[in-house]
């Protein structure tokens, strides 16, 4: 049966810049170990998946010099209690009242960042990763713990201006108090309400990233540079991503959907992947990692063996072997691209000796994995088998998705939450 392919509105496919960082996504592979009293097997139990999405439940941050003009204007409106008849009292209960006001309409909505600002260690590790590969080591929590100390510096020193100007004498002292206090915590707020600031860019940041649902099953294009999975993302989905004839064009994870017979499905752009250790990774190579370690999406590999991509067939095998080995339990498919370029003779680059080929890598040179199949953006060569393939893919992976969802239910009900914290 042939998959009928209609293609949806186009969202959340942004693909955004990665700062540099040392952030090595690492799969978690521990599982909780549940041990069956009766006949003492130890049974590893799966940690539920924490759900994604905690990006877009982001709170919006004002920007600093707009919270300062509003608390300033608010705390100016505050009057002094009714019925103080002494001017000198008066005075001084208007400004204690005013910087208290000032103090609270600041700390406020930095206690509310404060607050509803995930802590990472919460997070998904997929939305734990972005954070890192994105907005670099520890930025996100050096800028939080920023705003709070910005927080704390403003009551503390609203509260000790607001208590000297209770105490004042005259009605002159009070308002030198009020004002005195007023700019010290102006001054304050003007130079480190840049935490503020920097927190407003990364909630924009992280809110534009694609948003990715786990239950919904997931195809995610995989491969070295430039051999062209982006251009079958934009073939196979409503994804449009930049496509061009140098490597890492793709610079972050890309979102696209697929509607096939009713059903929604996603489809990820990845950057490409090169022959080295993982410690030497790039960060858009180190995105892709992630991917792969935190969700549970079914794969499509992309080899080239043209040569025109930049990667030579014998290290794209290398790579190739490497991400099989540790990511071979998502579900797979192998496609050979650039089909209309490819010739009887395998392509051999000057650095490649063939005598040393493996056969597997003889055999890889002319047809790629076994069971890829060889396609061609450009004469749309294996495309509709292609779809179909995928389609099959990602209706197996919906059943087990569902199937995983129906197994998590019941462990809810006989294993304590205790268990998985
Ligand atoms: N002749 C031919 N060229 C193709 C085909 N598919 C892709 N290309 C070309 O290969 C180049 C790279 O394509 P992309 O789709 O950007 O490759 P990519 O793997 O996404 O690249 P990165 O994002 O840089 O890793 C572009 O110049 C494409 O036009 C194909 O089937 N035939
Ligand atoms: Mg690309």
Not at 117 to 142: A, C, W
Not at 262 to 283: A, K
Request: charged content about 30%; aromatic content about 6%.
């Amino acid at each position: 049966m042939r998959p009928s392919v209609c293609f949806c509105k186009q969202m959340q496919t942004t693909a955004y810049e990665v700062v540099n960082g040392s952030y090595v996504p690492i799969r978690d592979t521990k599982q909780p170990i549940n041990v069956n009293v009766k006949d003492e097997v130890p049974v590893a139990v799966p940690a539920p998946l924490e759900g994604v999405g905690a990006f877009q439940k982001l709170p919006m941050v004002m920007p600093s010099v707009d919270i300062l003009f509003s608390a300033l204007k608010k705390a100016r409106r505050v009057s002094a209690t009714k019925g103080i008849a002494n001017i000198a009292k008066r005075e001084r209960n208007r400004g204690a009242k005013q910087l208290d006001a000032l103090m609270k309409e600041l700390a406020v909505p930095l206690r509310m960042y404060k607050e509803n600002f995930p802590n990472k260690k919460t997070l998904h590790p997929y939305e734990r990763s972005l954070i890192e590969l994105t907005l670099g080591d520890g930025n996100y929590e050096e800028v939080l713990r920023r705003v709070d100390t910005l927080r704390k510096r403003v009551v503390s020193v609203g509260k000790e201006h607001a208590s000297l100007c209770a105490k004042s004498l005259t009605k002159r002292e009070a308002e030198e108090r009020l004002d005195e206090g007023r700019k010290k915590i102006e001054e304050i707020f003007n130079s480190e309400g840049k935490a503020v600031d920097e927190l407003m860019h990364i909630a924009k940041t992280l809110r534009a990233m694609p948003v990715v649902d786990l239950e919904t099953p997931t195809l995610c294009l995989v491969g070295a540079p430039n051999v062209g999975k982006s251009s079958l993302v934009r073939l196979l989905s409503t994804g449009k991503p930049e496509i061009c004839n140098y490597p890492f064009t793709t610079r972050g994870i890309l979102m696209g959907h697929i509607n096939l017979s009713f059903q929604n499905f996603q489809v990820t752009d990845t950057p490409g992947l090169l022959r080295r250790h993982d410690e030497d990774r790039n960060n858009l190579e180190k995105l892709t990692l992630a991917v792969l370690s935190h969700l549970p999406t079914a794969v499509l590999y992309v080899h080239d063996l043209t040569g025109e991509c930049g990667t030579s067939p014998s290290d794209q095998y290398i790579i190739y072997k490497e991400i099989k080995e540790r990511f071979g339990d998502h579900l797979w498919l192998d496609v050979v691209s650039k089909g209309d370029l490819l010739t009887d003779t395998p392509v051999l680059f000057i650095t490649e000796d063939s005598n040393s080929d493996t056969s597997e890598l003889a055999k890889y040179r002319r047809v790629g994995p076994d069971g890829a199949l060889r396609v061609s953006v450009m004469t749309k060569m294996g495309i509709d088998e292609l779809k179909t393939r995928v389609h099959e893919l990602l209706i197996t992976q919906l059943s087990i998705i569902k199937d995983g969802s129906t197994e998590e239910v019941e462990e809810k009900v006989v294993v304590p939450k205790k268990q998985f914290h």
